[in-house]
């Protein structure tokens, strides 16, 4: 075990853990944000510079700070080092550039994009932009390119985390798309437009920070707020079956995989539970999800707020955690 | 006359066959390696030599030599870095293409110093006809039993292979040339571990330059000692330049590090002076991603010294009064040159050249490029000059490569030096984007 100052707050993890998770362990507000990083991909990180932050001292052994921001997505914790996160000017600074550029080639088309509620873009900037750019040029747009039946992809919006290919080389096996070309050219593509079609292809929907890759059978159904999300599973062979319906009224509009606080998905779900199961009789439903308070999505109040109602512990989906931190708790079972 | 260690026999005539660099004492150093030396003393040699990096980093090569990890069962590589894509830069390509074998003489005494039993060449893939007469010449070292099984019955044996690139500046860089050799998108990976760790398909590795493996062979044959005798402080040994831009005689030089800039610019010997017997407004030294100074500080330390020729002398005063000898590309511009169109055009390059994996890069180097333009062709605003240097200085130092501060570099320093010559463009649009018009700082009209 090793111990590291985090703004100030003093942790201890376990040796070879990244400087993130380690502030992860201390929760809240102090949590650098992740837009490129994923715990269940492999390579994944280091690359969208959201998660920045200052090594004001190396280690107990070599104390000197180091030179330059590091991403500590990747970046391994060392007995007795020192990061600076909400505490250092350098990097909100540097944040607020981060947010600045991921916006350049971005729309901000909220309103008609599918991901509006839980986009981590949107989070990101809320919580670390300004409302204004500084950006007076042309921006870059793209044609709508046709990957098949069941997955949009709106490359326009995409900020080139490289989650999804990473999805597809790691838990499909044969990959058909990737990124193509460099720099602002980059885009997420299809070898000579492709249809994505294997069997656990879903998935990249859900690891899509922003809107760029949507589920096509829920495409302008319904605003996610305005969606109920209950808990449910089904015996599946080729997955754990565990989802999340997103239902208005009695019907299922959504069934997307579990995710957790940091907006990463618990398990990878197949296809077949995701696109051909849109009857509710399908599905043992366990319970509403927990929605953080802080969400866009939990503005809606589908969990409504109940006062004075002892806590029901253990109630599946929410971690004891979530339980102590939010100051109402879910009295209603659906 | 300064001492040639690389390029003494440059001129023979068929140098670049076996026959005749063997006749002028070529593959001397593999004999005496592999003979008379163990890999450890020849490690220890090029430490002693104070040799460092001619990529541009300037990294000590015999450290990064001793760095590289030795673990039982698994494979070590040396890949020679010949992607040389810098703006300015066009001495590797020289050496190659004059004395390819000087190179090939270079990797066997190396690898043989790494424990390596596989190298590689890894060359930009416009050479091509550079990679065939390497190709030739390792060809000619197979046949004359320097390279392959048992090298002169040493024991030692080693494969050498040349891998062209797919034409990415990107891929000059160490682990995204390793990336591409391994057939994969010229990504730069993320550091640690560092290729010394974990380099070519997840071995040992070394990477290096052409120039610093070419070096090799003289330490080994003179001794460090001798080699260390040459150059000034921590800068030893001979550079080639590659000079070019407005000088009377652009071209490749080796110079020994610690002459004066100003001899090298204007002594027959070097670049023979400005052309037209104009008046030099401002240079580059080491290759288009190091920042440009202005004459009177790339002639004169801000102590008002001499700048040398050195890794020290021309980063003395850091970036407000200095700049680097990077990889050697040395660009002079006379006062006819315009500074707001020379910095877009290596904004434009930078920007091509993204590999777009890391935000800030990806996304403000096109920016960069395109207030520049707008700057350029009059239609910029007096905030657009503030603006490219915070755009600048979101970029630097937040990326995973420094591709991201080799694109804000030149910009920031740009207008620190020449911020007037911003302003103008922006106040003067007609007269800026009038044909041939440049600002003139003294006259603060048309030149
Ligand atoms: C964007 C970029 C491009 C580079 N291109 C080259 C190159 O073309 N040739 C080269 O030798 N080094 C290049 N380098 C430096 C290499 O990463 C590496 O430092 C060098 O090959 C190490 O060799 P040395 O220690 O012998 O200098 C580049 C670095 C960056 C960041
Ligand atoms: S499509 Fe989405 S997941 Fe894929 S790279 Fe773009 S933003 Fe990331
Ligand atoms: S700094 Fe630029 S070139 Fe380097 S990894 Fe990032 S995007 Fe690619
Ligand atoms: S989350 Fe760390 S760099 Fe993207």
Same mark, same amino acid.
């Given at each position: 075990?090793?111990?590291?100052?985090?703004?100030?707050?003093?942790?201890?993890?376990?040796?070879?853990?990244?400087?993130?998770?380690?502030?992860?362990?201390?929760?809240?507000?102090?949590?650098?944000?992740?837009?490129?990083?994923?715990?269940?991909?492999?390579?994944?990180?280091?690359?969208?510079?959201?998660?920045?932050?200052?090594?004001?001292?190396?280690?107990?052994?070599?104390?000197?700070?180091?030179?330059?921001?590091?991403?500590?997505?990747?970046?391994?914790?060392?007995?007795?080092?020192?990061?600076?996160?909400?505490?250092?000017?350098?990097?909100?600074?540097?944040?607020?550039?981060?947010?600045?550029?991921?916006?350049?080639?971005?729309?901000?088309?909220?309103?008609?994009?599918?991901?509006?509620?839980?986009?981590?873009?949107?989070?990101?900037?809320?919580?670390?932009?300004?409302?204004? =750019?500084?950006?007076?040029?042309?921006?870059?747009?793209?044609?709508?390119?046709?990957?098949?039946?069941?997955?949009?992809?709106?490359?326009?919006?995409?900020?080139?985390?490289?989650?999804?290919?990473?999805?597809?080389?790691?838990?499909?096996?044969?990959?058909?798309?990737?990124?193509?070309?460099?720099?602002?050219?980059?885009?997420?593509?299809?070898?000579?437009?492709?249809?994505?079609?294997?069997?656990?292809?879903?998935?990249?929907?859900?690891?899509?920070?922003?809107?760029?890759?949507?589920?096509?059978?829920?495409?302008?159904?319904?605003?996610?707020?305005?969606?109920?999300?209950?808990?449910?599973?089904?015996?599946?062979?080729?997955?754990?079956?565990?989802?999340?319906?997103?239902?208005?009224?009695?019907?299922?509009?959504?069934? =997307?995989?579990?995710?957790?606080?940091?907006?990463?998905?618990?398990?990878?779900?197949?296809?077949?539970?995701?696109?051909?199961?849109?009857?509710?009789?399908?599905?043992?439903?366990?319970?509403?999800?927990?929605?953080?308070?802080?969400?866009?999505?939990?503005?809606?109040?589908?969990?409504?707020?109940?006062?004075?109602?002892?806590?029901?512990?253990?109630?599946?989906?929410?971690?004891?955690?979530?339980?102590?931190?939010?100051?109402?708790?879910?009295?209603?079972?659906? | 006359?300064?001492?040639?260690?690389?390029?003494?026999?440059?001129?023979?005539?068929?140098?670049?066959?076996?026959?005749?660099?063997?006749?002028?004492?070529?593959?001397?150093?593999?004999?005496?390696?592999?003979?008379?030396? =163990?890999?450890?003393?020849?490690?220890?040699?090029?430490?002693?030599?104070?040799?460092?990096?001619?990529?541009?980093?300037?990294?000590?090569?015999?450290?990064?030599?001793?760095?590289?990890?030795?673990?039982?069962?698994?494979?070590?590589?040396?890949?020679?870095?010949?992607?040389?894509?810098?703006?300015?830069?066009?001495?590797?390509?020289?050496?190659?293409?004059?004395?390819?074998?000087?190179?090939?003489?270079?990797?066997?005494?190396?690898?043989?110093?790494?424990?390596?039993?596989?190298?590689?060449?890894?060359?930009?893939?416009?050479?091509?006809?550079?990679?065939?007469?390497?190709?030739?010449?390792?060809?000619?070292?197979?046949?004359?039993?320097?390279?392959?099984?048992?090298?002169?019955?040493?024991?030692?044996?080693?494969?050498?292979?040349?891998?062209?690139?797919?034409?990415?500046?990107?891929?000059?860089?160490?682990?995204?040339?390793?990336?591409?050799?391994?057939?994969?998108?010229?990504?730069?990976?993320?550091?640690?571990?560092?290729?010394?760790?974990?380099?070519?398909?997840?071995?040992?590795?070394?990477?290096?330059?052409?120039?610093?493996? &070419?070096?090799?062979?003289?330490?080994?044959?003179? =001794?460090?000692?001798?080699?260390?005798?040459?150059?000034?402080?921590?800068?030893?040994?001979?550079?080639?330049?590659?000079?070019?831009?407005?000088?009377?005689?652009?071209?490749?030089?080796?110079?020994?590090?610690?002459?004066?800039?100003?001899?090298?610019?204007?002594?027959?010997?070097?670049?023979?002076?400005?052309?037209?017997?104009?008046?030099?407004?401002?240079?580059?030294?080491?290759?288009?991603?190091?920042?440009?100074?202005?004459?009177?500080?790339?002639?004169?330390?801000?102590?008002?010294?001499?700048?040398?020729?050195?890794?020290?002398?021309?980063?003395?005063?850091?970036?407000?009064?200095?700049?680097?000898?990077?990889?050697?590309?040395?660009?002079?511009?006379?006062?006819?040159?315009?500074?707001?169109?020379?910095?877009?055009?290596?904004?434009?390059?930078?920007?091509?050249?993204?590999?777009?994996?890391?935000?800030?890069?990806?996304?403000?180097?096109?920016?960069?490029?395109?207030?520049?333009?707008?700057?350029?062709?009059?239609?910029?605003?007096?905030?657009?000059?503030?603006?490219?240097?915070?755009?600048?200085?979101?970029?630097?130092?937040?990326?995973?490569?420094?591709?991201?501060?080799?694109?804000?570099?030149?910009?920031? &320093?740009?207008?620190?030096?020449?911020?007037?010559?911003?302003?103008?463009?922006?106040?003067?649009?007609?007269?800026?984007?009038?044909?041939?018009?440049?600002?003139?700082?003294?006259?603060?009209?048309?030149?």
């Amino acid at each position: 075990m090793v111990k590291i100052t985090f703004d100030g707050i003093e942790v201890e993890v376990e040796e070879g853990t990244t400087i993130l998770n380690a502030a992860r362990k201390i929760g809240g507000e102090v949590v650098p944000p992740a837009m490129c990083y994923y715990t269940p991909l492999k390579g994944s990180g280091g690359k969208c510079r959201a998660c920045l932050v200052k090594v004001a001292a190396g280690s107990v052994k070599d104390p000197r700070p180091m030179p330059k921001l590091v991403a500590s997505c990747i970046t391994p914790v060392q007995d007795g080092m020192v990061v600076e996160n909400t505490t250092n000017p350098d990097v909100l600074a540097a944040r607020k550039g981060v947010v600045e550029m991921l916006l350049i080639n971005h729309p901000l088309d909220c309103p008609i994009c599918d991901q509006a509620g839980e986009c981590d873009l949107q989070n990101f900037a809320y919580e670390h932009g300004t409302s204004g =750019t500084r950006y007076e040029e042309e921006r870059r747009t793209f044609d709508k390119i046709d990957i098949g039946p069941l997955i949009q992809l709106h490359m326009t919006r995409c900020i080139l985390c490289y989650r999804c290919v990473y999805t597809a080389d790691q838990i499909t096996e044969k990959r058909v798309h990737g990124v193509l070309g460099r720099g602002d050219a980059a885009e997420i593509g299809t070898y000579i437009e492709n249809v994505i079609d294997n069997e656990f292809s879903g998935n990249v929907i859900d690891v899509c920070p922003v809107g760029a890759l949507t589920d096509k059978t829920f495409r302008f159904k319904n605003r996610v707020w305005f969606t109920k999300p209950l808990d449910a599973h089904r015996d599946c062979p080729k997955c754990s079956g565990k989802v999340v319906l997103w239902m208005r009224g009695n019907d299922v509009l959504r069934v =997307t995989g579990r995710k957790d606080q940091y907006g990463e998905v618990q398990e990878f779900i197949c296809n077949e539970c995701r696109f051909d199961h849109k009857d509710p009789q399908d599905w043992t439903i366990e319970g509403p999800r927990h929605i953080d308070q802080r969400s866009v999505i939990a503005t809606n109040h589908y969990e409504l707020p109940v006062l004075n109602v002892p806590v029901v512990p253990n109630l599946p989906g929410s971690t004891e955690e979530d339980l102590k931190s939010t100051p109402f708790n879910l009295g209603r079972q659906v | 006359m300064g001492r040639k260690l690389l390029t003494e026999h440059i001129n023979v005539e068929g140098i670049e066959t076996f026959d005749v660099y063997r006749k002028h004492g070529g593959y001397a150093s593999v004999e005496k390696a592999l003979k008379t030396m =163990t890999p450890e003393e020849v490690v220890e040699e090029v430490k002693t030599s104070g040799l460092r990096g001619r990529g541009g980093a300037g990294f000590p090569t015999g450290m990064k030599w001793s760095f590289l990890a030795k673990p039982e069962g698994k494979p070590r590589y040396l890949v020679c870095n010949a992607d040389e894509s810098e703006p300015g830069t066009f001495k590797d390509r020289y050496l190659m293409e004059k004395l390819p074998h000087l190179l090939v003489e270079g990797m066997i005494t190396s690898s043989y110093a790494l424990g390596c039993r596989t190298s590689y060449i890894y060359i930009r893939g416009e050479l091509m006809y550079i990679l065939r007469i390497l190709e030739k010449a390792i060809a000619e070292a197979y046949a004359n039993g320097f390279l392959g099984e048992n090298i002169l019955g040493s024991g030692y044996s080693l494969d050498l292979h040349v891998h062209p690139g797919g034409g990415a500046y990107i891929c000059g860089e160490e682990t995204a040339l390793l990336e591409s050799l391994e057939g994969k998108r010229g990504n730069p990976r993320n550091k640690p571990p560092f290729p010394a760790v974990w380099g070519l398909y997840g071995s040992p590795t070394v990477v290096n330059n052409v120039e610093s493996i &070419a070096t090799v062979p003289w330490i080994v044959n003179n =001794t460090a000692a001798e080699y260390a005798k040459i150059g000034v402080g921590r800068s030893t040994g001979t550079k080639l330049i590659s000079a070019g831009g407005n000088i009377n005689k652009p071209g490749v030089y080796e110079i020994e590090m610690g002459i004066t800039v100003e001899e090298f610019i204007y002594s027959e010997e070097y670049c023979g002076g400005i052309w037209k017997g104009r008046d030099m407004k401002a240079v580059i030294a080491g290759g288009s991603s190091v920042p440009i100074l202005p004459k009177d500080l790339i002639l004169k330390t801000a102590a008002g010294e001499d700048r040398l020729m050195t890794y020290e002398s021309l980063s003395d005063g850091g970036f407000a009064t200095g700049t680097m000898l990077g990889s050697g590309g040395f660009f002079v511009m006379d006062d006819q040159t315009c500074i707001v169109r020379h910095t877009w055009t290596l904004a434009r390059f930078y920007h091509h050249e993204s590999c777009g994996q890391c935000s800030p890069c990806r996304e403000g180097t096109g920016w960069l490029e395109k207030v520049l333009h707008r700057i350029e062709y009059g239609h910029g605003h007096m905030h657009d000059i503030d603006l490219l240097v915070s755009v600048a200085k979101q970029i630097e130092g937040n990326t995973i490569c420094p591709l991201g501060d080799a694109a804000a570099w030149p910009v920031a &320093a740009a207008v620190r030096h020449f911020r007037e010559e911003f302003e103008w463009h922006v106040k003067h649009p007609e007269q800026a984007t009038s044909p041939g018009a440049v600002f003139n700082k003294n006259a603060s009209v048309l030149a």
